[in-house]
């Protein structure tokens, strides 16, 4: 069989962005809104504040408002609440994201809670996880969002398709479980106590893999011609250094595989373009204006 086909998921992030750009454009021409997103960073993690920053840039951009939060790592849980109930009553910002991980003393459940839902752009307050498994409208996590946006790059239509789902977050997997049964796939959801899970992929036309393990997914796992979806990030030593890979052993699976993306450069990309489509979206039902065509 040929090699795979490879999906870029630098490239569709890119095109998302522009589509992006082009809505928050109208709006503030329209309307004179400009979509606002504020992100809240607690402590000084590297990683964390790496991302912020990307979150940040991408926003200007985009043409987004960026507000930023950097709160110290010994902040009171009640004064972290206080400051989202501030930025819940502020009209500039349509988004709330809170950086995860949160230091020990304070508990991510009442951060998430107190989060207004049509401000959730992260999509893990209750009211919307309910939403999205009722079928309703919801601000939806967006690197689930970002999988499915590159699924449909590859199946016009997902209707009967056989999908597993490896691993059940309630940051990836899960979420992840309800789009993909929305778009009348069949979907198993896969995890650490499920048995014989190579054969449970063998027999699937999409494997998405959201482990968290190296290089855990062989190619023996995959049926011939199968969409493979890396969620996985792993950084491993090698005898140069050290490089990132997914939770796919990808290069042997790509000989397999009808369709794969890379690590990095596949899903990765995905995430922030999709937080700033939450974030748009956000702006437009908060003002009871229709949702922005953004193909995907």
């Known amino acids: 069989m040929a090699a795979a086909r490879l999906i870029d998921g630098a490239a569709i992030a890119a095109e998302l962005r522009r589509q992006v750009a082009e809505a928050a454009s109208r709006l503030r021409a329209d309307h004179d809104v ?14 964390s504040q790496i991302y912020v920053n990307s979150k940040n840039r991408a926003c200007t951009a985009a043409g987004l408002a960026s507000f930023s939060l950097h709160l110290p790592a010994e902040v009171a849980e009640n004064e972290l609440l206080d400051e ?8 500039r910002v349509d988004g709330i994201l809170v950086q995860l991980p949160l230091p020990r003393h304070i508990d991510r459940l ?13 999509g893990f307050h209750p009211v919307n996880v309910g939403r999205l498994w009722s079928g309703l409208p ?7 969002q970002g999988c499915l946006r590159l699924l449909r790059t590859v199946h016009a239509d997902l209707t009967g398709a056989e999908a597993v789902v490896l691993g059940r977050s309630n940051i990836v997997g899960r979420p992840l479980a309800a789009l993909l049964l929305a778009a009348n796939c069949t979907v198993t959801i896969a995890h650490s106590r499920s048995r014989d899970i190579p054969s449970l992929c063998r027999r699937t036309d999409i494997v998405i893999a959201a482990l968290g393990q190296p290089l855990a997914v062989k190619s023996e796992w995959i049926k011939p011609g199968a969409t493979v979806i890396d969620v996985g990030i792993n950084r491993i030593q090698t005898a140069s250094g050290s490089r990132l890979v997914g939770d796919v052993d990808f290069d042997k699976a790509c000989a397999v595989a009808g369709a794969i ?7 990765g990309p995905m995430t ?20 922005p065509a953004l193909p995907g």
Do not use: F, Q
């Not at 009442?110 to 992260?122: E, G, H, S, T």
């Not at 993306?261 to 596949?266: I, R």
């Not at 922030?272 to 949702?291: E, F, M, W």
């Open 261 to 267: 993306t890379p690590v990095p450069g596949g899903v």
């Open 34 to 47: 400009v979509p606002g997103l504020a992100t809240v960073l607690v402590g000084a993690d590297p990683a």
């Open 84 to 91: 989202i109930a501030k930025l819940g009553a502020d009209d």
């Open 272 to 291: 922030i373009a999709c937080l700033l489509a939450n974030t748009l979206v956000a702006a437009c039902r908060r003002r009871s204006l229709p949702d």
């Open 138 to 144: 919801a601000l939806v996590p967006g690197t689930p």
């Open 110 to 122: 009442n951060v998430l809670a107190a989060i207004d839902p049509a401000k959730d752009v992260d």
